[in-house]
């Protein structure tokens, strides 16, 4: 019987160095795929420190719909935002008073620093839209919750809110109304509630907000930084003894030498690649014939967002999610239904050099309105310097076709008199486009309306 012959590779191919620096290399990918969410995190709690120059307890929110200088995962431009962040390590229990939604609605969620969604607030909330004060209780609480509070329990310290005032119409008197709403958002320590602090508002309209993760070395000195803010998960114990490889271990500050860094630098680099890639195929479709991607797997949906099964917990799922989202809900609704893609209608990649069109059919299934916006593939954030995020059915310039229909032109520059119509990408950059309706109607679930694929036309 003949052998085969096994190469010594240790002795042979490669040296001590080069193994340890391989092995070094495969775990740092796999720990900024494990830890995207909570260095996603840490990347909107610094904007909000840093740009916002806000502190625990304070609002920020923005006065008009967000636009281009407003960088968080996937936002859109239709609505007002508001933000907050809560430390229950520095403050202890933490009372968010949410106002009762009169004149306007108000909906979001609260997450921990994983961001998984704790809880709802609005019409899915335990307030039912009638407004309350909802206790944030920091890991392994056993005190007692006073009377006339929501409990909401969380297995971390940190954790973030985002809501959104809705107005009924775009009137001055019905935007009034919505911003109301955000001035009774308020966020204290339980200790201080028999005479809360006075809040601050922070306006961000116009101002830069980058919450956007870096894909360079700050990535694994922010993952470091969370792992010694935030207790040890039993389903990540395993984790964070790779980590120690990497020099990321609790209780110690993370100091990687020169050569550390460079593996890094190139580990960060493969990782941000990996999620561009399978971003583009994270989906399923929603037409069989067609390009449009439901973009939240149903391990999203099953799970609550914590990504976890019965038999598995979904890692790449979790990491490529919140590389491209933030903020889930802990109850999806009906109110909203999104599609994105990746693709033209041969299946080509969309590049930001090339231009296109998707002809969106009449009669659109949407009972308030439809929007489409573009984001940069390489952020998942809105294109940074556009002058212009999305079109949407209430704009009353876009030019409609005589039977209803509407082209939307994608590309960086606008074919003559579409400037209306035109959405603006970046040569070399790859992009793609969320098209969402608000108030989805009966021919959308029943398939009987559908949206065409995205054309590269000359």
């Known amino acids: 019987m003949k052998t085969t012959h096994v190469p010594n590779l240790l002795a042979k191919d490669f040296s001590s160095e080069e193994l340890h620096r391989r092995t070094l290399e495969r775990r740092a990918v796999e720990a900024a795929i494990w830890g995207m969410p909570i260095v996603s995190f840490d990347a909107t709690r610094q904007a909000f420190f840093r740009d916002a120059g806000a502190k625990y307890g304070d609002i920020v929110f923005l006065s008009q719909p967000s636009d281009g200088k407003f960088l968080a995962t996937t936002p859109n431009n239709q609505s007002r935002y508001i933000w907050l962040q809560f430390n229950t390590h520095v403050d202890g229990p933490v009372v968010l008073e949410i106002p009762a939604a009169v004149g306007a609605g108000l909906f979001g969620s609260m997450l921990d620093a994983w961001q998984a969604p704790l809880a709802d607030i609005g019409p899915a909330g335990d307030d039912q839209g009638k407004g309350g004060k909802y206790l944030l209780l920091p890991p392994g609480f056993e005190g007692d919750v006073p009377a006339g509070y929501f409990p909401v329990r969380s297995e971390t310290y940190n954790g973030y809110a985002v809501f959104r005032p809705i107005s009924q119409s775009s009137s001055k008197a019905d935007v009034a109304k919505a911003l109301a709403l955000v001035k009774q958002v308020k966020l204290y320590p339980l200790s201080k509630a028999a005479n809360p602090p006075a809040t601050r508002y922070v306006d961000m309209v116009g101002k830069l907000f980058d919450g956007i993760v870096r894909f360079d070395e700050s990535f694994y000195a922010s993952l470091a930084r969370m792992v010694n803010e935030e207790p040890v998960l039993p389903r990540d114990k395993q984790m964070l003894g790779m980590l120690r490889t990497l020099g990321i271990e609790k209780g110690k500050q993370f100091k990687p030498d ?24 994270y989906g399923e479709r929603f037409w069989p014939d067609a390009k449009w991607d439901v973009l939240v797997p149903p391990i999203a949906a099953t799970s609550g967002f914590t990504f976890e099964a019965a038999d598995y917990f979904d890692v790449d799922a979790r990491g490529i999610g919140y590389f491209s989202f933030c903020a889930p809900p802990k109850k ?5 239904v999104y599609f994105g893609a990746f693709f033209d209608g041969h299946g080509q990649r969309l590049g930001g050099e090339n ?4 002809r969106v059919p009449a009669n659109v299934p949407a009972k308030q309105f439809w929007a489409v916006t573009v984001y940069s593939l390489e952020e998942a954030t809105f294109i940074r310097d556009s002058a212009r995020q999305s079109i949407d059915s209430y704009d009353q310039k876009v030019k409609k076709n005589a039977d209803g229909s509407v082209d939307i032109y994608f590309g960086p520059k606008p074919p003559a008199g579409q400037e209306a119509n035109w959405l603006p990408t970046v040569a070399g950059k790859g992009w793609y486009p969320i098209f969402r309706f608000y108030g989805p109607e009966k021919p959308l679930f029943e398939k009987t309306w559908k949206l065409p694929d995205i054309e590269k036309v000359k």
């Open 332 to 336: 999806l609704g009906a109110a909203t």
């Open 355 to 358: 231009a296109y069109r998707l």
């Open 258 to 281: 020169a050569a550390t860094q460079a593996v890094l630098k190139q580990a960060i680099s493969e990782t941000h690649a990996w999620f561009m890639d399978r971003l583009v195929t």
